[in-house]
């Protein structure tokens, strides 16, 4: 008696395992192209974020100047003096930095590029007003600050009287 037994085993052809390893490599190579779409985009956020982040601090900080000053003027293109009644701060304007110095040598630097600095004394609408327009870049697009204090009454007589002769 001559028997044969046949066992049969369960396992993948090779057609079927190259079939498998091509699927998953154009799952995986998707999931890599999806990563790395959504980390440019987190990447380009964040920037955006932290440029608005420093035109606001910068905002609120010299607004919070502006008011609060007895007056300011501008020294030259690059340079706001902004005068307290105990003390002065200079902000001075470079190619990608406005720094804020205060007394005892400390100094605020805000990452902002000013393309112009304009202070006019009187417009029609702001006739005992100082002004002052400043114009930067955020999110590639051209922003105006513009800022105003009243002059104090004893500078405006001053004026006049000076004016009158």
Do not use: W
């Not at 702001?126 to 004893?154: C, D, G, M």
């Amino acid at each position: 008696m001559n028997s044969k037994k046949y066992t049969y085993t369960k396992a993948f052809t090779v057609q079927e395992l190259l079939i498998g390893l091509v699927i998953s490599a154009i799952i995986i190579g998707m999931t890599y192209t999806i990563y790395l779409q959504i980390n440019k985009q987190l990447y380009v956020y964040q920037h955006n974020q932290e440029e608005l982040m420093e035109f606001n601090q910068f905002r609120q900080v010299f607004s919070k100047d502006i008011l609060l000053c007895q007056y300011f003027e501008l020294v030259n293109s690059k340079e706001l003096k902004v005068v307290f009644p105990k003390e002065k701060y200079v902000y001075t304007f470079k190619k990608n930095l406005v720094v804020r110095e205060r007394e005892e040598n400390i100094k605020d630097t805000f990452k902002l590029t000013v393309t112009q600095l304009i202070q006019k004394e009187a417009i029609e609408d702001f006739a005992n007003y100082q002004t002052i327009r400043l114009h930067t870049r955020l999110l590639q697009e051209e922003v105006e600050l513009f800022e105003s204090k009243k002059e104090a009454i004893a500078v405006q007589i001053n004026k006049e009287f000076v004016n009158g002769n």
